[in-house]
């Protein structure tokens, strides 16, 4: 046993009592509702404009270069052409185009390159697409390194009550303060940041480290140890949640349904009927009027509650279900949700052209009630709620788990009748949430039985890597070969070769990746198929460059083929 982990170093199975065990730290995030006074809500809007400046030049930066890197591979195909990948960002800054930009904090223009580059690793890594252009509505929010910020002991001159404020500004030359209320236990963090939300409530949000007493137990670590229990035991420990879409709730196995309150449901409705009236009304106003912009912040208060108590909601389940000590294992259906509330597709009349009904009304209000259920929410919440208890979340396949009966394992549609379940086979009833419920625990003891949560966990899923009719792939500068708002000059060579370049190479950061996928460039060689194929694609920006001569070559090929 103890060979079978030793290279896994596995806190506990460490015997020794007088070794201590090693320490291990969490990292935990917070977001409190915040006040800053008059002076910074005048000087913060302006910060988010600015680091969302530099975010979007660093973007339209890497485009051009992603252009420049496949042209010059047209002219030398054989050489490894490498651009700069990097957080410079003082070739946006311009006495005449961007003055602005002088009466920030450097540190705040040098964060967005920051932000930046943290999206462009992602993409790197393949778990995202390419950093894309934002606008004040997908960008609200400004990162404020320990520079330009400290906490500070204040008493409140009404109540008398010792609390913090957050200063802002450096030491000897501070702007303003933010109040905040602390709902939660904190830590000073190294960098915060603050956030305008569309209904104009500011929120100040950190990271912070906290040292666990003892270490987190792996996937494998728990899986191993619940595998030991006898059947009887493992099944108690057990406990199986079926999602239902209908009546928009939780259900387990044992009996129990996790539902919004009756005056919750109540309220949405009622805000639902005023955010319509709202959007309506939104519709005659004037674009960029006054008018309109008060009315789309009462349309986002209304979001902002419905999003409240859904979050609400998926914490005081995952809490109550993460707090009980009667159970180690959450069985979940592995449901894809994001695929669940996709649109459906258009129909098309193949004779006439004309467009079908295809059903998007009634997806709309299906897609609706699956996201106010907050599933995906509620399984993220118990999941890290469960490891920091040592227990474990397991997801299961959904398939036909509302169909089988959970006492014979027959399969059949007519098994279920609304919420009524009775078997066809030998006769077993339940309600059947709690069948599928129970169906999904048996499942769940069959994957703990079966070992493969014990093995290495699987590498991260990453990015879908999509190809267009063209043979183009449609991530990266491909798509968006736009000429640059702001004109940063080439400030070195192509063929420059600094350790971010290297960083940069998809082949080195991926080494695992399949093929295609390291065709995601940015600041690296394409490979040679993918170059080929993207000299074919005239559609696109760089395709504007390919000579008369090169275009009817291609014409005549397609012709004789
Ligand atoms: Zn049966």
Sequence with gaps: ?????????????????????????????????AWPDEVLREVLPRWIGCQRFIYNG???????????????????PDEAITTPLDQQYSQFKSRELSPWLFEVPSQILRNGAYRWMGAKTRQLRGLAKAPRMRNRNNFDS???????????????????????????????????????????????????????????????????????????????????????????????????????????????NTGRQFDLKAIERERLARKEVGRQRHQRSLARKQKGSSNRRKCARRIACKHEYAANVRRNFAHQTSHQLASDDTFRIYALENLKVAAMVRRPKAKQDPQTGRWLRNGAATKTGLNKSILDSAWGRTKDFLSYKAQRRGKLVVTVPPHYSSQECAACGHIHPGNRNKDRFVCHRCGFKAHADHNAAQVLKKRAITLIRSGALEQAPKPRKRVKFTKNKLGCDTSEACSDARPMSVEPGVRRPLASNTPA?????????????????????????????????????????????????????????????
């Excluded at 596995?10 to 977001?31: E, M, N």
């Excluded at 660093?58 to 002219?75: H, Q």
């Excluded at 404020?165 to 000073?188: C, D, L, M, N």
């Excluded at 370049?501 to 082949?507: R, V």
């Design 1 to 33: 046993m103890y060979n079978r982990w030793c290279n896994l170093k596995i806190h506990s199975f460490v015997t020794d009592a007088t070794q201590p065990l090693p320490v291990d730290t969490l990292q935990l995030g917070r977001r409190f509702r």
């Design 501 to 561: 370049d290297a960083a940069g190479e998809p082949g080195a950061s991926v080494p695992d990746a399949p093929g295609p996928q390291r065709a995601i460039a940015g600041g690296a060689a394409v490979k040679r198929s993918q170059k080929q194929k993207l000299a074919l694609c005239p559609e696109r920006g760089f395709g504007q460059s390919e000579s008369r001569r090169q275009r009817e070559t291609r014409v005549l090929k397609r012709e004789s083929v």
């Design 58 to 76: 660093k973007v339209a930066e890497d485009r051009l270069f992603a252009v420049m890197r496949r042209m010059a591979l047209r002219s030398a």
């Design 142 to 252: 400004v990162m404020i390194t320990k520079e330009l910020f400290r906490f500070v002991r204040v008493t409140d001159p009404v109540s008398g009550e010792v609390c913090e404020e957050i200063e802002i500004g450096t030491a000897a030359k501070p702007i303003g303060r933010i109040r905040f209320k602390a709902t939660q236990s904190w830590a000073v963090p190294n960098s915060i940041v603050v956030r305008r939300g569309a209904s104009g409530k500011w929120f100040v949000s950190f990271t912070f480290e906290e040292v666990l007493e003892q270490p987190l137990r792996t996937t494998a670590e728990i899986a191993y140890e619940l595998n030991r229990l006898d059947n009887a035991a493992l099944a108690e420990v057990t406990l199986a949640l079926d999602r239902n879409v209908r009546d928009n709730c939780l259900a387990d």
